[in-house]
């Protein structure tokens, strides 16, 4: 139900936050190690990224990534290789996962 | 012209998993080809379960098949994957104009466990690849990874990735591991490209010419480095190694690697001092 001073209230846009995704997948496990791939997906928008939308990584590493406001939710877990796979590659090895919130007036 | 592509493109092929030939095939064949992709006679994802040969499969679409007979295609086809391959499938892939879809990155098709054998998949673009036309992305070196089709669409660029940008006739053979994806087309015009996968029918050792093995180009090429293989970069190598043994029937090596990891002496201590 709607109230009299709603009613009255000064129309204000909502603000609703939104997440910002940013994979940065590093040359080595330290977050300070450099950027060798990328991916960003934005929530807060309805860009789409994609393969080949960039030449130049966003941060040069994760921690570049830290220090611009990014917050870093998962990083690189290590196992060892299975017993004869031990030279054997296959997905990037060290993937980072950073989260951004922003305030976004879409519903 | 040579009848098999040399130790030094044959090493090129093994690092970065594709060898590139810009605008090899001439003007009028491409455009010959280009006439049969808007006619259909050269269409869509045909699988070759029949395994008929050439000149059949290719019956509708006398122009591509000329393509083929290149003395240059055959030289990479003879060196790669030998006599008489067979052909696995051919995709015409078809981009319509203004299409902003960007493929997501993936390799041809199923994780494939095989350590020597390898198929081959020949690219070719009929007619002038601009950047903003897409071309192919590859990614030079990620042929020995092994993933599964669009397991990796998770990831969107890569140092390193190459997009095809290229005159007409351009042709891409690579080996069938290697990761790519199509890219958008902005231009106002169709883009094709044809791309045709090869089965080898003999072991691929001692396919190409050898003449020139122990040029310095030859190793310098199976050490390059990719920087977005990172630390996983000597592991790159180890794998380039074992298939360029293969391919040689030598002992290669760099620096003693394999030739380490080898070393698992059984010469006992006693046997040892009575030799001393």
Not at chain 1, 28 to 51: K, L, Y
Not at chain 2, 13 to 42: I, K, T, W
Not at chain 2, 219 to 246: C, F, K, N, P, T
């Amino acid at each position: 139900m709607i109230t009299t001073a709603e009613r009255t209230r000064p129309t204000r846009k909502k603000q609703h936050l939104r997440q910002q995704l940013l994979f940065l997948y590093l040359s080595h496990p330290s977050p300070a190690a450099d950027t060798i791939a990328w991916s960003r997906f934005d929530g807060a928008s309805t860009e789409e990224h994609g393969s080949g939308d960039g030449e130049q990584p966003p941060y040069p590493s994760v921690l570049a990534a830290m220090r611009d406001g990014w917050r870093v939710i998962q990083v690189a877990q290590q196992a060892p290789p299975a017993l004869g796979l031990e030279h054997r590659t296959a997905y990037l090895a060290y993937e980072f996962v950073l989260e951004r919130l922003v305030e976004t007036t879409h519903a | 012209m040579h009848d098999r592509i040399d130790s030094r493109q044959a090493a090129r092929f093994v690092a970065d998993g594709l060898l590139r030939f810009d605008a090899l095939v001439p003007d009028q064949l491409n455009r010959d080809v280009l006439a049969e992709l808007r006619s259909e006679r050269l269409t869509a994802c045909r699988y070759n379960d029949a395994r008929v040969g050439f000149d059949e499969y290719f019956a509708d679409s006398p122009a591509y098949l000329a393509v083929l007979r290149l003395p240059q295609v055959q030289a990479a086809i003879a060196g790669l994957v030998g006599p008489e391959p067979e052909i696995d499938h051919c995709a015409v892939h078809t981009v319509p104009a203004g299409s902003r879809h960007a493929q997501v990155w993936h390799a041809d098709a199923t994780i494939d466990p095989r350590t020597e054998a390898f198929d081959i998949q020949i690219f070719y673009f009929p007619h002038d690849t601009p950047r903003e036309a897409g071309g192919t992305l590859f990614l030079p070196s990620s042929h020995f990874r092994r993933v599964h089709e669009f397991s990796i669409g998770r990831y969107h660029n890569i140092v390193g990735q190459t997009p095809t940008v290229c005159p007409a006739g351009t042709i891409i053979i690579g080996h069938h591991g290697l990761w790519h994806c199509g890219q958008p087309n902005l231009t106002a015009s169709t883009r094709y490209m044809v791309k045709l996968r090869l089965n080898p029918t003999v072991r691929q050792c001692g396919l190409f010419d050898r003449s020139d093995i122990d040029h310095p180009d030859v190793m310098s090429a199976l050490q390059s480095h990719h920087r977005w293989h990172g630390v996983e970069a000597r592991l790159e190598i180890l794998q380039r190694l074992r298939l360029w043994r293969s391919l040689t029937g030598t002992n290669a090596d760099v620096d003693l690697w394999l030739t380490r990891l080898e070393n698992e002496p059984t010469r006992s201590l006693s046997m040892a001092h009575a030799a001393g």
